[in-house]
């Protein structure tokens, strides 16, 4: 199984743009590239996915490198309710597994 | 409307004793999953089906047990071979293009 490597933490401050990274270097032709957060004792909260190009949604826009091999989540303005946990996942589009990393837990500071 | 129903949210086991958690979806999805969360941890995958009839074995399913015999439905056991059950678990599900639904989670302590 592919696997992602994220910063343990990041840190920014209100109304600041953040720019969460992810290192996938053995993702594979057929992986989609998600990302989800989690506020503490609920369940993670979908964000974006990708495969190639650059999206962008109401939430955050999700940058794809050229090659794949990584990616960053953008927030275009953080707010303290966008502190939790943020987790880069791979989805094999050919079996549906999900596997989650540790994540990179965002503070927000007023 | 539609989500995903968890039960119970928490649950008190003790040694020896198996117990089922519950988990129902009623957005047509396909694909069901199960993640166990310890405190301060990521979701580690225990089972994952992709229909009804059929499931696969994630990460860390020994100890464990599923079945997906209704395509709304996929519980979970815990066997009394999982020698540290205490933790968090989530229950999600999927449609074809892959967003996770995830539920409110049940919370099990093993006393």
């Known amino acids: 199984d592919a696997k992602t490597t994220q910063p343990n933490s990041m840190e920014s401050n209100e109304e600041e743009p953040v720019h969460l990274p992810c290192n996938h270097s053995?993702?594979?032709?057929?992986?989609?590239i998600h990302w989800y957060r989690q506020l503490p004792s609920q369940g993670p909260e979908y964000v974006i996915h990708?495969?190639?190009s650059n999206v962008n949604n109401r939430m955050a826009s999700l940058a794809i490198a050229e090659d794949r091999k990584s990616s960053t989540l953008i927030l275009h303005r953080a707010t303290l309710r966008d502190a939790a946990v943020y987790y880069c996942?791979?989805?094999?589009?050919?079996?549906?597994?999900?596997?989650f990393g540790t994540g990179t837990r965002l503070q927000v500071f007023p | 409307d539609g989500g995903i129903t968890q039960s119970p949210k928490y649950l008190f086991r003790k040694e020896g004793q198996n117990v089922t958690l519950s988990c129902e979806q009623n957005?047509?999805?396909?694909?069901m999953y199960w993640y166990r969360q310890d405190p301060g941890q990521g979701l580690r995958l225990i089972y994952y089906?992709?229909?009804?009839?059929?499931?696969q074995k994630g990460d860390i399913a020994e100890g464990y047990s599923v079945s997906r015999e209704k395509k709304e439905s996929f519980p979970l056991t815990v066997t009394s071979a999982q020698k540290n059950p205490t933790a968090f678990y989530l229950c999600?599900?999927?449609?074809?293009?892959?967003?996770?639904?995830f539920g409110e989670g049940s919370r099990l302590t093993v006393l």
């Open positions: 999600a599900s999927s449609s074809g293009w892959g967003e996770l639904f």
């Open positions: 053995t993702i594979s032709g057929t992986d989609y």
């Open positions: 990708g495969l190639t």
């Open positions: 996942i791979l989805r094999d589009d050919n079996t549906d597994k999900l596997i």
């Open positions: 957005l047509n999805h396909d694909a």
């Open positions: 089906s992709q229909i009804v009839n059929d499931f």
